[in-house]
C-alpha cells in the first residue's frame, strides 16, 4: 500500500456521514448501497448476511509501506457499512492468528504490495484493485443511469483499469483503454476480448481518447492529466487512482459528476465480497485469469 499515504486517509474515520450524503447527492445511493451495487446484493441480503459475519482487520508492519491509521480507518469503514468489525492487537502473523481466534471470517490486511480479504472457511481471497475497480464502475453505473449501451474510457491498464473493463462490460458498457504504454493497452485488450468475447478500442492518443468520451474510469497514480479544458458537460468520471488524476480546475469544473475517494470505495466492496458466500461469475473469471504484474512509467493502485 505505498501510493496511501497517512494524509490521504487521516480525516475518512470521521467524515463517513457526510461521505454517505456526498455519495447520495451523487449516485443516489450510500456507501453501501453501492457496494451491494457493485456485487449485484440487495441491500436487504446484505442486511442478513452482515449479522453473521465478523470481520478482523490486521495490521501488518513490515516493508516501507506502514500507513499510520490504516487498520482502525479500515475497520471503521467496515464497521460503518454494517459489519461486526475489530482490529487485532497483535500485528503480522500474530495478528491473522489472532483473528482467526476470535472467529472473524473475514481477515484483511494490507503490505507494500496488496491489500487483501480473506474469507478463512472459504479460502477466498478478494483483492483490492478488483474490488475498487466494481466499486467506482459501479458508482460511475448510479451516475449516469446505467452503462449499458454506452462506452466507457479506461486510463490506466494496470490491476484497477483491467478490473475496471472487466466490470463494465459486465454492466453493458463497450470498453475503450488508453495507457502511456501502448504495450499494456494491447496487452489488456486482448486479454479482455479472451475473457468476455468482446471487442475493446485502443486509444493511441490522450488528447484524442479524452474528447471521443464522456464517461471515463481514471485508474492511474499520475496527478492533474486531466486538465479543465478537457472537461465538457456530458462528461463523468470515476476516479479511482491516487492521487487524483484531475487539476484542481478540473475538479471545480466537473463538480459533482466526479466521483474520488482514497480508500472507501475499495474497502466497502471488498469487505462485502469476501464475506459473500459465493462469488459472482465476473470475479470468478478474473481470479482465474489474473494478469502478470509488469511495471511501467505510471504505476497503479
Known amino acids: 500500500m505505498t501510493r496511501l499515504r497517512t494524509g490521504d486517509i487521516k480525516d475518512i474515520s470521521g467524515q463517513l456521514a457526510d461521505y454517505d450524503r456526498e455519495l447520495l447527492d451523487r449516485t443516489g445511493q450510500t456507501l453501501r448501497g453501492i457496494a451491494c451495487r457493485a456485487l449485484d446484493i440487495s441491500e436487504e441480503d446484505f442486511q442478513s448476511l452482515s449479522k453473521n459475519v465478523t470481520v478482523g482487520v490486521v495490521p501488518i508492519r513490515g516493508g516501507e509501506g506502514v500507513i499510520e491509521g490504516f487498520s482502525h480507518t479500515v475497520k471503521d469503514i467496515v464497521k460503518h457499512i454494517g459489519f461486526n468489525v475489530f482490529v487485532t492487537d497483535e500485528t503480522d502473523v500474530g495478528g491473522i492468528a489472532g483473528a482467526v481466534e476470535r472467529g472473524a471470517e473475514v481477515v484483511m490486511m494490507a503490505d507494500d504490495s496488496r491489500f487483501v480479504a480473506l474469507n478463512v472457511k472459504q479460502g477466498r481471497v478478494v483483492d483490492n484493485a478488483e474490488a475498487t475497480a466494481k466499486g467506482f464502475v459501479a458508482g460511475l453505473d448510479l451516475m449516469v443511469g446505467g452503462l449499458k449501451g454506452q462506452t466507457v474510457l479506461v486510463i490506466g491498464c494496470g490491476p484497477v483499469g483491467r478490473n475496471a473493463a472487466l466490470a463494465a462490460f459486465h454492466r453493458g458498457a463497450g470498453v475503450s483503454v488508453f495507457d502511456i504504454d501502448d504495450r499494456r493497452s494491447l496487452h489488456l485488450a486482448r486479454e479482455v476480448e479472451t475473457l468476455t468475447g468482446q471487442s475493446v478500442h485502443v486509444e493511441r492518443s490522450f488528447e484524442d481518447a479524452l474528447r471521443n468520451h464522456h464517461l471515463l ?68 473469471k478474473a481470479q482465474r485469469h489474473k494478469a502478470p504484474r509488469r511495471g511501467d512509467p505510471i504505476k497503479r493502485r
Open 217 to 284: 474510469v481514471e485508474a492511474t497514480n499520475a496527478a492533474g492529466i486531466i486538465v479543465e479544458s478537457f472537461i465538457t458537460p456530458e462528461m463523468y468520471i470515476a476516479a479511482p487512482g491516487m492521487p487524483l488524476g484531475l487539476t484542481s480546475t478540473a475538479v471545480e469544473k466537473i463538480s459533482h459528476r466526479l466521483l474520488h475517494d482514497p480508500l472507501q470505495l475499495g474497502v466497502a466492496v471488498m469487505a462485502l465480497e469476501a464475506a459473500m458466500p459465493y462469488k459472482s461469475n465476473l470475479a470468478t
